[in-house]
């Protein structure tokens, strides 16, 4: 990377930052009309990037269920270690053409889009499979970036982009690279939605296997650092999906999560434990161990600059350990449960019941699970 794409890169993250947290929605113009607003779902074309990834699949299925017509683009090879093939992607998204491009190559995803009927709206799922440097870059910011241009290129008239609300007080690369791009999303050229989702229920089942096998729920702190409203992948999906049509999410950042309380680390120990008919077993350590990992790695990196992204690594499992995934309250300097909006039905302690019953089917962490964590937000 040169030093002019870094100056770039700080100027587009001040843009976005400036207004990264403005509950529960942003304060930008709405347009006043989809161009396509008038035509049934079943005339509206939906491409969809990211198609294979956790909510991506989801959001295809939604799609074709409310049936508009679904472009999904995969790589050649997807899925959790690249282990699918795209005749595995064309059964598992029945009703969707699948698409082969790689979305890192600006020509190959314009190559993409020109091979069909151009779509109304472009929904971007794409996320970075680590979190870690050069991949949030390549990926959350770069990629993004490719799908912006290939979208305007073939005349799409709305974009939608799942981000994350964690963005909202960025100190992680990922973060840094998200906003850069919500910052380009929003100059204009077409319409766009925001979504902000707070954690997803994978991304709370890191220790699932831990309870059910006799160990103990570990935290950081007093179990009571950080909260968050989690969404089902279900929920998710059909509120991306809304924002396809609604004009009332258009040119807005949205925050999102699902119903019900705020719950802490302690609160979803309590609702794991009673799923597995345990007695609760729970360890809390000092966020100080991590800081000490950190500490050493970035003094490491120095001689061996291998080992930034480890402590990259490092800085993701301490911000989920102590950051909330709810509405960032810059006046009152808090995050503001009340001021999260809720969407959906679908609750943690269902899902926990399930898992108990039916196992983690369809919810491995993959390559994305830092310290158990699984960067979903």
């Known amino acids: 990377m040169t030093s002019t794409r870094h100056g770039t890169r700080r100027s587009l993250l001040s843009l976005a930052t400036a207004g990264a947290a403005p509950p529960p929605a942003s304060r930008e113009p709405h347009a006043a009309k989809l161009s396509y607003?008038?035509?049934?779902?079943?005339?509206?074309?939906?491409?969809?990037?990211?198609?294979?990834?956790?909510?991506?699949?989801?959001?295809?299925?939604?799609?074709?269920?409310?049936?508009?017509?679904?472009?999904?683009?995969?790589?050649?090879?997807?899925?959790?270690?690249?282990?699918?093939?795209?005749?595995?992607?064309?059964?598992?998204?029945?009703?969707?053409?699948?698409?082969?491009?790689d979305v890192t190559d600006p020509a190959d995803l314009?190559?993409?889009?020109?091979?069909?009927?151009?779509?109304?709206?472009?929904?971007?799922?794409?996320?970075?499979?680590?979190?870690?440097?050069?991949?949030?870059?390549?990926?959350?910011?770069?990629?993004?970036?490719?799908?912006?241009?290939?979208?305007?290129?073939?005349?799409?008239?709305?974009?939608?982009?799942?981000?994350?609300?964690?963005?909202?007080?960025?100190?992680?690369?990922?973060?840094?690279?998200?906003?850069?791009?919500?910052?380009?999303l929003r100059e204009g050229g077409t319409s766009w939605s925001i979504v902000r989702p707070t954690a997803f229920f994978k991304s709370l089942a890191g220790q699932v296997e831990l309870v059910a096998t006799g160990k103990p729920y570990v935290w950081f702190g007093d179990g009571r650092l950080a909260a968050c409203k989690p969404i089902s992948e279900a929920d998710l999906a059909s509120y991306i999906a809304d924002c396809v049509t609604d004009e009332a999410r258009v040119n807005r950042v949205l925050p999102i999560g699902g119903p019900g309380r705020a719950l802490t680390p302690r609160d979803q120990a309590q609702l794991l434990f009673k799923a597995f008919g345990k007695k609760e077993w729970t360890l809390g350590l000092p966020v100080g161990i991590m800081d000490g990992v950190i500490g050493i790695l970035d003094l490491l990196a120095k001689p061996f600059p291998g080992l930034k992204e480890a402590a990259e690594f490092g800085r993701i499992g301490r911000y989920y350990a102590t950051e909330s995934m709810l509405v960032w309250d810059e006046k009152e300097g808090r995050y503001d449960a009340d001021a999260t909006p809720e969407y959906g039905s679908d609750t943690l302690e269902a899902f926990f019941n399930r898992v108990a019953r039916e196992g983690l089917a369809g919810q491995e962490l993959g390559d994305q699970a830092v310290f158990n964590i699984n960067r979903g937000t």
Not at 56 to 67: A, I, P, T, Y
Not at 71 to 98: C, F, H, M, N, Y
Not at 153 to 161: D, E, I, K, P, S
């Open 37 to 101: 607003a008038d035509l049934s779902p079943a005339e509206v074309r939906v491409a969809v990037l990211g198609a294979t990834g956790y909510i991506g699949r989801f959001v295809v299925l939604e799609l074709v269920k409310r049936g508009f017509q679904v472009l999904a683009v995969t790589r050649p090879s997807s899925g959790i270690g690249s282990k699918q093939k795209v005749s595995d992607v064309e059964k598992a998204l029945e009703g969707a053409t699948v698409a082969v491009a």
């Open 110 to 184: 314009e190559r993409c889009f020109s091979e069909h009927p151009a779509p109304h709206a472009v929904v971007s799922c794409l996320a970075s499979r680590t979190g870690g440097i050069a991949d949030s870059w390549a990926v959350d910011h770069d990629a993004n970036v490719n799908a912006l241009r290939a979208a305007r290129a073939v005349g799409a008239a709305h974009f939608v982009l799942l981000s994350a609300i964690c963005v909202q007080r960025p100190s992680l690369e990922f973060q840094r690279a998200k906003l850069a791009f919500e910052a380009k």
